[in-house]
């Protein structure tokens, strides 16, 4: 466990993939909880599948895999996913579940037959380009961390200027729009910070785990309170928390891959919220049963026997 | 807050008038020309089958929908220019009360107009609200989770809400759907009470037993206006056997005046 602190103050490596890690799970539990909130938490699972073939597309046209570049063409091409999926939903009859998984399965298939192409075409270097499936946190640099924080910073600095309208159209869209607030062009803000959440995220945990750091810390801090402030806050402790033990455990020496195990300790924290959750965990609402039905043994009748007659 | 709200208007235009609207989901037309004055201070239903556009009507006068034809103007000018004298709610089914936010966070959003952009309601905003909360009967519920709330409790938060908003025209969606006899009563009494105070209310509305009670004009919809006017001479028997295809079982009741409440 020291050694383990240590390495995490003094190990350059570890410390890099650590804070990469920590930034990600405050972005993905911070977008996650108005994801979620919003029944929109399979968003990130299609835009993060969506950033592959602009990876691709990013690495054919430069020919090099400089982390900054890569990451541009996944982000235009999630944030196309995006506006197609919110154009879609609009604009034509099929529901939002259906077009989320045309996105994610068109741009994700395109990216998988130009993963295959950049293969075949010699260059030799597409085992580079492959981490962005499963992520490889081990692969981020200081660069990338500072990179990764810029956009993390941006990304929470919209959310909280914008708090309160993120907020309302959250909880009442149709409300907003009577206010005068442009829903249609918040939605698409909120939609792109999702993208936004993404990026920091594919390097780490990859676009197939993605989902889960912006669905998961999200769904346990929902059952520790009632407040979205609150909720947006733990969220984003949990997921710093995860992406910290889960980049120490992988530096542990076992050999274990980072991305999911970030993804692993962060399902850990939310069976245990399930359980202990002080808002709508198991445990309380057990105990404020069994007390319920202790009073109401207590308040009635004790000539009436218990349970009933014969 | 932002001077324009406090600014009554100052106009003879009607609070709210609709003229020759016309609107389709692909080809399937949800109203038909429809046209009617809301008169300042009156309390008006509108009363229809269910698919009569009731709620598309109200879509479009906040310009939450584009009609195929028509306009409708509040104050004498479209929607957009208009809001600040309009409070909105919307039906109580609309949203998830599940939502992690309590009573007085929800009341405080009808506040979110006047704050404008990005800033954050503070100490003045929670006593408005708290003052709005208590009009309601709904003080000591402020700290509230919203889905621990009654439906006749929920309904009432977003009357709190629309209160806050300080407006003079209300246009309100089904209020009264799935409320218990007493929460009915209240916003009865709120309704009149805005009323009294020179607000003009417009309320969707599905029972028929309570129109002749509650409203002074109706307004009987079914894709066009089937008639519209004071209750006393719209809300006939004919008028109502029209908009409802003469299947309507007490029209003999609503005749004598009696209610289903």
Known sequence: ?310 | MKPQNLEAPTTDASPLEVRGITAAYRDKPVLWDVSFRVPEGQLVAIVGPNGAGKTTLLKIIMGLMEPAAGRATVYGRPFSKARQWVGYVPQRGSVDWDFPTNALDVVQMGLYGRLGWFRRPGRRERETAMECLAKVGMADFAGRQISQLSGGQQQRVFLARALAQDARLYLTDEPFAGVDYKTEQAIVALLRELKASGRTVVVVHHDLGTVGDYFDRVVLLNKGVVAEGPVEEAFTPENVAAAYGGTVAYLAGAERGWSNG
């Not at chain 1, 909280?160 to 149709?174: I, R």
């Not at chain 1, 005068?180 to 939605?187: I, W």
């Not at chain 1, 692993?264 to 007390?291: D, E, N």
Request: proline share 3%; aromatic share 8%; glycine share 12%.
């Open chain 1, 1 to 310: 466990m020291v050694d383990l602190l240590n390495d995490l103050l003094f190990d350059y490596t570890i410390r890099n993939v650590a804070l990469g890690a920590a930034v990600l799970g405050v972005v993905g539990g911070v977008l996650g909880s108005f994801a979620i909130l919003r029944r929109q938490g399979l968003f990130g699972d299609a835009l993060a599948h969506a950033t592959l073939p602009g990876v691709c597309v990013a690495f054919i046209l430069s020919g090099a895999k400089s982390p900054a570049v890569l990451l541009s063409g996944a982000a235009l091409s999630a944030g196309l996913g995006a506006l197609l999926i919110l154009t879609v939903v609009n604009r034509t009859r099929i529901k939002q579940d259906a077009a989320l998984g045309i996105v994610l399965s068109v741009f994700f298939g395109a990216g998988t037959v130009l993963l295959t192409y950049i293969g075949r075409s010699g260059s030799g270097d597409q085992s580079g380009l492959d981490r962005f499936i499963f992520g490889q946190a081990a692969t981020i640099v200081r660069d990338d961390v500072v990179t990764m924080g810029i956009l993390a910073a941006l990304a929470l600095l919209v959310v909280a200027l914008l708090f309160k309208e993120f907020k309302l159209l959250s909880f009442d869209p149709a409300f907003a729009a009577s206010l005068g607030f442009p829903v249609a062009r918040l939605n698409v803000l909120l939609t792109l910070l999702i993208v936004v959440a993404v990026i920091v995220g594919i390097q780490a945990v990859g676009v197939v785990l993605m989902a889960a750091m912006l669905i998961i810390p999200a769904a346990a801090a929902r059952q520790w309170t009632d407040g979205l402030g609150a909720m947006v806050v733990i969220s984003s402790l949990f997921g710093a928390f995860s992406g910290v033990s889960g980049a120490l455990i992988s530096a542990t020496g076992a050999n274990l891959p980072t991305g999911p195990l970030i993804v692993l300790c962060a399902t850990a924290l939310l069976v245990l919220s399930l359980f202990l959750g002080r808002s709508r965990g198991f445990l309380w609402g057990w105990i404020g049963s069994r007390q319920n039905r202790r009073e109401a043994l207590r308040s009635s009748d004790p000539s009436i026997p218990y349970g009933g007659g014969a």
